[in-house]
Antibody, heavy 112, light 112 residues
């Protein structure tokens, strides 16, 4: 059974770094891509970036300078790091296996 | 960035009725590999998005045949027949052909 679960701090201060973890089960990271998608409260969906089965990454160009996605295949985990957070980064962050199966999402609020 | 324009913004459908949602892209979504990476999602209230259709017309696992996708190039349609109460929510189209991948702004479906 494919499962993904996001975890991380619910509150981050402006200008600080966000670190999120996506823990997966039921599939291999070396055979599937994992994407991050975010959704500001009451708004639509925005593709953040992806790590592909071979380990290469692609990022939304609007976020690229602040974003890093990596993984630990031995732990079945994918990591998102985003620095210089601003209030507009407040959103639910989802991880998804190849845009098919999705986690429940984690709400991140950027506020002092 | 590829702009995905969804219409209508909202619609109200009677139970058992039929409806369709349009999604138009600002560029052709035919990839150099020959595939068209156009997906449809439903986000029910308080839930993560769920994949309905991938690569224009393929139903994801467990999706009833009441949902069908069609289209090509820049013009795509999601049709929902025999509408049921659980179909309410926001429908999004998504393109995974051109970086950065992008979503439409959503179509809210209400049940009359």
């Amino acid at each position: 059974q494919v499962q993904l679960k996001e975890s991380g701090p619910g509150l981050v201060q402006p200008s600080q770094t966000l670190s999120l973890t996506c823990t997966v089960s039921g599939f291999s990271l070396t055979s599937n891509s994992v994407h991050w998608v975010r959704q500001p409260p009451g708004k639509g969906l925005e593709w953040v970036g992806a790590i592909w089965s071979g380990g290469s990454t692609d990022y939304n160009s609007a976020l690229k300078s602040r974003l890093s996605i990596s993984r630990d295949t031995s732990k079945s985990q994918v990591f998102l790091k985003m620095n210089s957070l601003q209030t507009e980064d407040t959103a639910i962050y989802f991880c998804t296996r190849s845009l098919g199966n999705w986690g429940q999402g984690v709400m991140v609020t950027v506020s002092s | 960035d590829v702009v995905m324009t969804q219409t209508p913004v909202s619609l109200s459908v009677s139970l058992g009725g039929q409806t369709s949602i349009s999604c138009r892209s600002s560029q052709s979504l035919v990839h150099s590999d020959g595939n068209t990476y156009l997906y449809w999602y439903l986000q029910k209230p308080g839930q993560s998005p769920q994949l309905l259709i991938y690569k224009v017309s393929n139903r994801f696992s467990g999706v009833p045949d009441r949902f069908s996708g069609s289209g090509s190039g820049t013009d795509f349609t999601l049709k929902i027949s025999r509408v049921e109460p659980e179909d309410l929510g926001v429908y999004y189209c998504y393109q995974g052909t051109h970086y950065p991948f992008t979503f439409g702004s959503g179509t809210k479906l209400e049940i009359k």
